[in-house]
């Protein structure tokens, strides 16, 4: 079935470090990838998303290239600030699933001052 | 405003009790989700909905019902509330027409189960 895979559970970074966080995927068929960003206190809101391979999605700085080879959709940002301190999930759609969306397990990045 | 809300935003049950957390949307979307949030887990499906009158099984349903009354409201139930229930809930709404599958997520809701 379809899965996505974040590997990095935890990120700690300091003020203009550069994030990169890994996404691998798995489906049937031709997904949707997306980024959702989840502040304290808030539901999960959409950041970007890439539906064909080799796109790019980009929004705040932050970006990630469909690579239907690699079945990857890694999220970066070159300077990371403390206001980006939040859970970011990567996720799926399928058209076969309904508009279903499948998640990863998240990350939580936390950015010291 | 707000186009997804949830209420309670908090709740504390009793084992054995009823819990009913309801969502309403304001985004006229067809589809409507009820998610649990735990850690290490992520974001993990319990029930959807395609529309007033369905329901369909998510990914983990057991010891939980669900109600979509109408197009803006879908309840999630809990007739027998037990601990391992503690979570955060949030509900999230979705158009069905479009190609990519963008969903609107409401506050949460904390449910502690004593």
């Known amino acids: 079935g379809d899965s996505v895979t974040q590997t990095e559970g935890q990120v700690a970074l300091s003020e203009e470090d550069f994030l990169t966080i890994h996404c691998n995927y798995s489906?049937?068929?031709?997904?949707?990838l997306f980024w959702y960003v989840q502040y304290p206190g808030e539901g999960p809101q959409l950041l970007f998303r890439?539906?064909?391979?080799?796109e790019k999605g980009s929004s705040r700085g932050f970006e990630a290239t469909y690579d239907k080879g690699t079945t990857s959709f890694h999220l970066r940002k070159a300077s990371v600030q403390e206001s980006d301190s939040a859970v970011y999930y990567c996720?799926?759609?399928?058209?076969?699933?309904?508009?279903?969306?499948?998640f990863g397990d998240g990350t939580q990045l936390v950015v010291k001052p | 405003e707000a186009a997804v809300t949830q209420s309670p935003r908090n709740k504390v049950a009793v084992t054995g009790g009823k819990v009913t957390l309801s969502c309403n949307q304001t985004?006229?979307?067809?589809?409507m989700y009820w998610y649990r949030q735990d850690t290490g887990h992520g974001l993990r499906l319990i029930h959807y909905?395609?529309?007033?009158?369905?329901?369909e099984k998510g990914d983990i349903p057991d010891g939980y019902k669900a109600s979509r009354p109408s197009q803006e409201n879908f309840s999630l139930i809990l007739e027998l509330a037990t601990p391992s229930q503690t979570s955060v809930y949030f509900c999230?709404?979705?158009?069905?027409?479009?190609?990519?599958?963008?969903?609107?997520f409401g506050p949460g809701t904390r449910l502690t189960v004593l």
């Open positions: 890439a539906s064909r391979d080799k």
């Open positions: 996720a799926l759609s399928d058209r076969g699933s309904n508009n279903r969306i499948f």
């Open positions: 999230a709404s979705g158009d069905a027409g479009t190609d990519y599958a963008e969903q609107f």
């Open positions: 985004n006229n979307h067809n589809n």
């Open positions: 909905s395609y529309g007033a009158g369905s329901t």
């Open positions: 489906a049937s068929g031709y997904p949707t």
